[in-house]
């Protein structure tokens, strides 16, 4: 189910090669269907809208946009300890947010310049949560929340309708608790499209988050430019950097905590034990037939899986760094030694008691993370990435005079003659 490697420096980056060969290029077929889509919703947007919406839901709604007063029903009629659950989430995720909150500032100088920074939320952001059986209600809570911090004016969520053409009722109480404002039932490319342009029903946005399908990942990227997006998302990753004193049971686990996501989902354990490696596929072996997407934990494990064995945690820990996972567990016997240490990780679990579901649902982090080994470059989403900053400047008549010869040579240089003459005409005499 799960292949052993030695590492030797060859095997590791065939194995790299082979993640790399994973759904990373959109055949052309699903971008020109995504293109033809957008562009008809750009142009006749309700229209479209709701005859794709009709075409691929099975049905149109009785009504797109959700009441809310059926966005209240569905937090009154919601089982209590799903809705407490909930509640210590939000609790978490606000706390470690609200750290996050930079502030304007304003840098006053002796000679009467004045320079700095305005910081404040974007206008309206959309919202994209997928629907029916895979629903989940912690992806509103995890982009709705720091959006709210940010301060946000206004979160649009869209959602696909189930069959009968109502909304999901547990997106419907994650939304209540995180304070959305506006929820409709749609989903697909044509959601996305209508965030973008706006139509009679939909307003316009300033940028859209959260996860989708490849034709809702599609219409994000070809839509980026008009405008935002969180980031364009790959199969979920998970590595375990883990010594002879990890548990095989406890990694064994949280490696199919990833690969149940996706078929091309990657779950990776980097060990020096060779002891460890074999008791993980055994408890591999045994975990998973008590488990609901057996399945497709089998095949993923198969295809993307993959057991390294080295000979120096030296080594281990720059693989790791190398592969730059959206997760990354370490079950060390010192776990914080490696903080400092590896600095290509969405997110990082340390100890045998962090497992990653714990950063899913509740510690508070964000749980939208790059994949596909863009850690390298890219952070998780974050309160950051809600708001929009201007600088500005102010200078005396006086303090520009002082610096004039400088910026007049320096726009000479570049060739730009009338940078510079809109210095020089304020000091012709």
């Known amino acids: 189910m799960i292949e052993i490697i030695k590492t030797d420096g060859i095997a590791e980056r065939k194995y790299m090669d082979l993640l790399k ?9 699903v971008t020109e269907s995504v293109a033809t889509i957008i562009e008809d919703v750009r142009q006749q947007k309700d229209k479209a809208l709701f005859t794709y919406t009709e075409k691929f839901d099975g049905k149109l709604p009785k009504s797109i946009e959700v009441s809310r007063e059926e966005i209240n029903d569905a937090l009154s009629n919601a089982d209590s300890n799903f809705v407490d659950a909930l509640l210590s989430a939000v609790e978490n995720i606000t706390d470690f947010h609200t750290r996050q909150v930079q502030q304007s500032f304003i840098t006053p100088k002796s000679n009467g310049v004045m320079m700095g920074q305005r910081i404040r939320g974007l206008h309206r952001v959309g919202l994209y949560v997928p629907g029916g059986t895979a629903a989940y209600p912690s992806s509103v809570l995890m982009n709705a929340i720091p959006a709210k911090i940010a301060g946000v004016s206004e979160i649009v969520m869209v959602t696909p309708p189930l069959p009968d053409g109502t909304a999901n009722p547990d997106i419907l109480v994650a939304a209540a608790l995180c304070g959305v404002d506006r929820v409709f039932l749609l989903g697909g490319a044509q959601a996305v499209a209508a965030l973008a342009y706006g139509t009679e029903t939909v307003p316009k946005v300033d940028k859209i988050v959260g996860p989708g399908n490849i034709y809702v990942a599609t219409a994000k990227k070809l839509l980026y430019g008009t405008v935002d997006i969180d980031m364009i998302a790959g199969p979920s990753e998970i590595l375990i950097l883990a010594d002879e004193t990890a548990p095989a049971k406890f990694v064994a686990a949280d490696l199919m905590s990833q690969a149940e996501h996706d078929k091309l989902a ?8 060779e002891k460890l490696a074999k008791e993980t596929v055994a408890e591999l072996n045994r975990q998973v037939e008590t488990l609901s997407r057996k399945d497709i934990i089998k095949q993923s494990l198969q295809d993307f899986g993959a057991i390294f064995v080295c000979d120096d945690i030296s080594y281990a820990v720059s693989l790791a760094n190398e592969f730059a996972p959206e997760h990354l567990e370490v079950m060390m016997e010192n776990p914080m030694e490696y903080i400092g240490k590896l600095d290509n990780a969405g997110s990082v679990f340390l100890g045998n008691y962090a497992p990653e579901p714990l950063g899913d649902y509740y510690a508070g982090p964000n749980h939208v993370l790059p994949t596909s080994g863009t850690a390298r470059f890219f952070s998780p989403l974050s309160v950051d990435a809600f708001v929009k900053k201007s600088s500005y ?10 610096a004039k010869d400088d910026i007049v040579l320096l726009a000479q240089k570049e060739g730009l003659t009338a940078h510079a003459n809109s210095i020089i005409v304020r000091y012709e005499e």
């Open 21 to 29: 060969s994973r759904s990373t290029q959109v055949s052309k077929t």
């Open 266 to 273: 990657s779950s990776i354990l980097i060990t020096t034990s």
């Open 393 to 402: 400047i102010y200078y005396t008549n006086q303090a520009l005079y002082e």
